[in-house]
C-alpha cells in the first residue's frame, strides 16, 4: 500500500496479557517510530529503528515493551503483562531519511488503540 | 511542500532570562502544533495547540497558536541550566503526516 498500517485497530486486553501491535512502514522507508498517545495528549516517543537497527529505546517506559524489526520492514511492538496504564494509542511512523532525525517527515499510520480491562 | 521553521536556530542565554522560540509553519489540513524537548535522544512531550489564542502553561513553560499567522511561540521564563536542550516544533496534519523543523538549540549559561 502506499501508507503506513498498523494492526489490529483495535485491541481489548485483559491486563496481565501480552499483546503484540504490528506496523508496515511506507515501502524502502528506512526509519520507524514507534509513539504511544494518552487521551488529549501529544504522541509520546517510545522507540526508533533504522533499518533493523533499534538506535533508541529510551522512551520504552518500561521492561514489558519490546520492539523489534528483524528484517528492517516490518516492526513488531510488543507489551508483556499488560497493565491499565498501557491503554493509549500506538502510533507508528516512518520516514525515508537516512539521518533519523526527528527533523524528517514522518508519515504515520492509522494507530492501534489498546484498551487494557 | 508541507513545511515548518523555527528560529533562532541556536540561542545562548544567561539563567533568569526570558526566552522565546518561534515556529511557522505551511501545512495542509493542518490539526495540530506540537513542541517537544530533546535534551540526549528521546524527545519529551510539552504542548500540543490546536486552536488560536488558547495559551498553555506548564511552570514556567508556555506556548500559543495563531492559525491565521500560521505561527507558534513557545516562551521559557526565569530559564535553568536544565532548560538547555533542542526544542523541536512540529505540525500534524488530518493525514497523520507529522512534520518537524530542524528545532533551536537553548543554551543556558549560569
Known amino acids: 500500500g502506499a501508507g503506513v498500517s498498523q494492526s489490529p485497530r483495535y485491541k481489548v486486553a485483559k491486563r496481565g496479557q501480552d499483546v503484540a501491535l504490528r506496523c508496515d512502514p511506507i515501502?524502502?522507508?528506512?526509519?520507524l517510530f514507534w509513539y504511544q498517545q494518552a487521551l488529549g495528549q501529544g504522541p509520546e516517543f517510545l522507540t526508533y529503528f533504522q533499518n533493523e537497527a533499534q538506535l533508541d529505546k529510551s522512551g520504552l517506559p518500561s521492561d514489558r515493551f519490546f520492539a523489534e524489526r528483524p528484517e528492517g520492514s516490518v516492526s513488531t511492538l510488543k507489551i508483556q503483562r499488560t497493565q491499565q496504564e498501557d491503554s493509549a494509542v500506538y502510533l507508528c511512523?516512518?520516514?525515508?531519511?537516512?539521518?533519523?532525525?526527528?527533523?524528517?517527515?514522518?508519515?504515520f499510520g492509522p494507530g492501534t488503540r489498546l484498551t487494557v480491562l | 511542500e508541507d513545511k515548518v521553521v523555527q528560529s533562532p536556530l541556536s540561542l545562548v542565554v544567561h539563567e533568569g532570562d526570558t526566552v522565546t522560540l518561534n515556529c511557522s509553519y505551511e501545512v495542509t489540513n493542518f490539526r495540530s502544533l506540537l513542541w517537544y524537548k530533546q535534551e540526549k535522544k528521546a524527545p519529551t512531550f510539552l504542548f500540543m495547540l490546536?486552536?488560536?489564542?488558547i495559551e498553555k502553561k506548564s511552570g514556567r513553560l508556555s506556548s500559543i497558536l495563531d492559525k491565521k499567522e500560521l505561527f507558534s511561540i513557545l516562551n521559557i521564563t526565569a530559564t535553568q541550566t536544565g532548560d538547555s536542550a533542542i526544542y523541536l516544533c512540529a505540525v500534524r496534519n488530518y493525514g497523520q503526516n507529522f512534520v518537524f523543523g530542524p528545532g533551536t538549540r537553548l543554551s543556558v549559561l549560569p
Open positions: 511512523a516512518s520516514s525515508r531519511g537516512l539521518s533519523g532525525g526527528l527533523t524528517d517527515t514522518q508519515y
Open positions: 515501502s524502502g522507508h528506512v526509519s
Open positions: 490546536t486552536s488560536s489564542g
